[in-house]
């Protein structure tokens, strides 16, 4: 039933440095992505989406990249800032449905 | 000025009583959603709402039930409450619902409910 899995729940990243949080989905009929951050105690956030017909979005220091033969997006952040450090969730969906979440993943930016 | 707003934030309550969680959104949305975020972490959707269409997550008990008075607000009335059920639930919205959202949904800060 998980259709979208962060394996990784947690990550370590120096400051300065890239952080690529990595997720993998197994539902082909998914056209658009999108990847959330959430703070403690707070809502996931919008982030950064990217459409099935592209395979890289970039906004600022942010930036998606989709691979679809390999069913599985990236998330890469350069450089990383320790107000990054968040829990970062992505999330799928066909054809304008309901958004399917993976478990997040925990990233830490070192100072 | 908060996008969306809910309370409680925090709830604790017995096993079998019945509660409700607010939601209210100003973003003039038309479609709002709840969400259950169990102790996996996983953020399965439950509801989703228009002023035309309830879709409802076939998984979900039918003691949930969502009530929208108007286009901004969705709460969320919790039928017998049990053990299973403590959570922490977030309401989202966004503009174009199911089958028409290729719009980011905007979350509320989530209520932690515990059932004792």
């Known amino acids: 039933d998980q259709q979208v899995k962060q394996n990784s729940p947690s990550l370590s990243v120096q400051e300065g440095r890239i952080s690529i949080l990595n997720c993998d989905y197994t539902?082909?009929?998914?056209?658009?992505f999108l990847w959330y951050k959430k703070y403690p105690a707070e809502g996931p956030t919008f982030l950064i989406s990217i459409s099935s017909i592209k395979d890289k979005n970039e906004d600022g220091r942010f930036t998606v990249f989709l691979n679809k033969s390999a069913k599985h997006l990236s998330l890469h952040i350069v450089p990383s800032q320790p107000g990054d450090s968040a829990v970062y969730f992505c999330a799928a969906s066909a054809a304008g449905n309901q958004f399917y979440f993976g478990t997040g993943t925990s990233l830490t930016v070192i100072p | 000025d908060t996008a969306v707003s809910q309370t409680p934030k925090y709830l604790v309550t017995q096993m079998g009583n019945d509660k409700s969680i607010k939601c209210e959104q100003n973003l003039g949305h038309d479609t709002m959603y709840w969400y259950k975020q169990d102790s996996k972490k996983f953020l399965k959707i439950m509801f989703s709402?228009?002023?035309?269409?309830?879709?409802i997550n076939e998984t979900v008990p039918n003691r949930f039930s969502p009530k929208s008075p108007d286009k901004a607000h969705l709460n969320l009335h919790i039928n017998s409450l049990e053990l299973g059920d403590s959570a922490v639930y977030f309401c989202?919205?966004?503009?174009?619902?199911?089958?028409?959202?290729?719009?980011?949904?905007?979350f509320g800060p989530g209520t932690r409910l515990t059932v004792l």
């Open positions: 539902n082909s009929m998914f056209d658009y």
């Open positions: 709402y228009n002023n035309k269409e309830l879709i």
């Open positions: 989202a919205s966004s503009q174009g619902g199911w089958g028409n959202s290729y719009n980011e949904q905007f």
